[in-house]
């Protein structure tokens, strides 16, 4: 199985700054053939299920203010907010959906400072 | 709108099984491969298993292989997952989730509000 991890584990930005979460994958997920990266980011706030921000590592899902933006290919991955708004506040996940099964990071809990 | 609405959680005890199903709407529901999610209370995210848009093909994570059958009813947009030899780390909230098509891993662009499951004596 393919390996996430996630970086930090935690952090605090003021509105208005800009935040940077990290996502390794074990082994590539660049599929050649394509040349896409197998990746997405979903964000969970509290009491509430995950909703997918990112695929294809840097397409935006419908909907998705523009402040959000992925970027990355092989095994490393960003998750940028451009300008963090009080309703960011949340746990970020990677996934990768390179081969089954697909796996998911620790997360990244954003908070405000 | 899409719609995914989870049910049958509950309290089970160690060795016992739980039916669980996620009822679709607002969308084509035998066009999408669906999916299975879980999260253990304050963890993080594990995709437990997934079904093709025909029910031909089935994957499932390894924790769960033997014990956990997924199935799906398209004249009901039904998606279910049958849970036997339940065991404490079984515990967590279960989440319906919509693949869009073109394999069996893929991103999941709707989830339901999930149901909790917990296995306990």
């Known amino acids: 199985d393919i390996v996430m991890t996630q970086s930090p584990d935690s952090l605090a930005v003021s509105l208005g700054e800009r935040a940077t979460i990290n996502c390794k994958s074990s082994?590539?997920?660049?599929?050649?053939?394509?040349?896409?990266?197998?990746l997405a980011w979903y964000q969970q706030k509290p009491r509430q299920p995950p909703k997918l921000l990112i695929y294809?590592?840097?397409t935006r899902e419908s909907g998705v203010p523009d402040r959000f933006s992925g970027s990355g290919s092989g095994t490393d991955f960003t998750l940028t907010i451009s300008s963090l708004q009080a309703e960011d506040v949340a746990v970020y996940y990677c996934?990768?959906?390179?081969?089954?099964?697909?796996?998911f990071g620790p997360g990244t809990k954003v908070d405000i400072k | 709108e899409v719609q995914l609405v989870e049910s049958g959680g509950g309290l089970v005890q160690p060795g016992g099984s739980l039916r669980l199903s996620c009822a679709a709407s607002?969308?084509?529901?035998?066009?999408?491969?669906m999916n299975w999610v879980r999260q253990a209370p304050g963890k993080g995210l594990e995709w437990v298993a997934n079904?093709?848009?025909?029910?031909?093909?089935?994957y499932f994570v390894d924790s769960v292989k033997g014990r956990f059958t997924i199935s799906r009813d398209n004249a009901k947009n039904s998606l279910y997952l049958q849970m036997n030899s339940l065991r404490a780390e079984d515990t967590a909230v279960y989440y319906c989730?919509?693949?869009?098509?073109?394999?069996?891993?893929?991103?999941?662009?709707?989830w339901g509000q999930g149901t909790l499951v917990t296995v306990s004596s």
């Open positions: 079904i093709k848009q025909d029910g031909s093909e089935k």
């Open positions: 607002g969308f084509t529901f035998s066009s999408y491969w």
């Open positions: 082994q590539s997920v660049l599929y050649s053939s394509n040349n896409k990266n197998y």
């Open positions: 294809w590592a840097s």
């Open positions: 996934q990768q959906y390179y081969s089954t099964p697909p796996t």
């Open positions: 989730a919509r693949s869009p098509g073109g394999g069996a891993a893929r991103w999941l662009d709707y």
